[in-house]
T-cell receptor
Framework: DAGITQSPRHKVTETGTPVTLRCHQT?????MYWYRQDPGHGLRLIHY???????DKGEVSDGYSVSRSKTEDFLLTLESATSSQTSVYFC???????????FGEGSWLTVV | GQNIDQPTEMTATEGAIVQINCTYQ??????LFWYQQHAGEAPTFLSY??LDGLEEKGRFSSFLSRSKGYSYLLLKELQMKDSASYLC??????????WGAGTKLIIKP
């Protein structure tokens, strides 16, 4: 196992509320990623980080923000959740210079 | 733009062989990955190809042709537990992974 944990694993929240998902790694990887996965779309990159306080947007970043204050933690925040953000969210680590990336177990988010 | 194409769904018989194709058009190339994903679970790494040719790992093999922008994943001696989605991903010149939508493989007894 690649030493990645996500929390919470499952969450139901109401439209308009803020939500934060946490990704924690014990592998000391510089790169960390947040993806969402929806039927018919495959994995889509939301944001990624290439070091502490160094983050960048992916292809579906609108409505999401991230923070990385420590190497081991990468937080994804939905400032005001919408139903279109109902999805499964995967954190991943690795990928430096072509290395394999490994995924966390996923966080299932339902916005009602 | 960047694009990864793979079949949406395939069906095969237990004990048989199946080949899942992946074609790609990306800005640069720093390797191609195959992942397996069972329903409700995270993707798990299967193989990595950066040079042309065949990489064999037990019942699974992966082939790459960079000139053709083409790869395939070959699964031999299929087992029921191989029923899953198989994701193809290419690492582009910026070391970003571009993902295909995945191929759902259904294994029938």
């Amino acid at each position: 196992d690649a030493g990645i944990t996500q929390s919470p694993r499952h969450k139901v929240t109401e439209t308009g509320t803020p939500v934060t998902l946490r990704c924690h790694q014990t592998e000391n990887h510089r790169y960390m990623y947040w993806y969402r996965q929806d039927p018919g779309h495959g994995l889509r990159l939301i944001h990624y980080s290439y070091g502490v306080k160094d983050t960048d947007k992916g292809e579906v970043s609108d409505g999401y923000s991230v923070s990385r204050s420590k190497t081991e933690d990468f937080l994804l925040t939905l400032e005001s959740a919408t139903s279109s953000q109902t999805s499964v969210y995967f954190c991943a680590i690795g990928g430096d210079s072509g290395n394999t990336i490994y995924f966390g177990e996923g966080s299932w988010l339902t916005v009602v | 733009g960047q694009n990864i194409d793979q079949p949406t769904e395939m069906t095969a018989t237990e004990g048989a062989i199946v080949q899942i194709n992946c074609t790609y058009q990306t800005s640069g190339f720093n390797g191609l990955f195959w992942y397996q994903q069972h329903a409700g679970e995270a993707p798990t790494f299967l193989s990595y190809n950066v040079l042309d040719g065949l990489e064999e790992k037990g019942r699974f093999s992966s082939f790459l042709s960079r000139s053709k922008g083409y790869s395939y994943l070959l699964l031999k001696e299929l087992q029921m537990k191989d029923s899953a989605s198989y994701l193809c991903a290419v690492m582009d010149s910026n070391y970003q992974l571009i993902w295909g939508a995945g191929t759902k493989l259904i294994i029938k007894p």
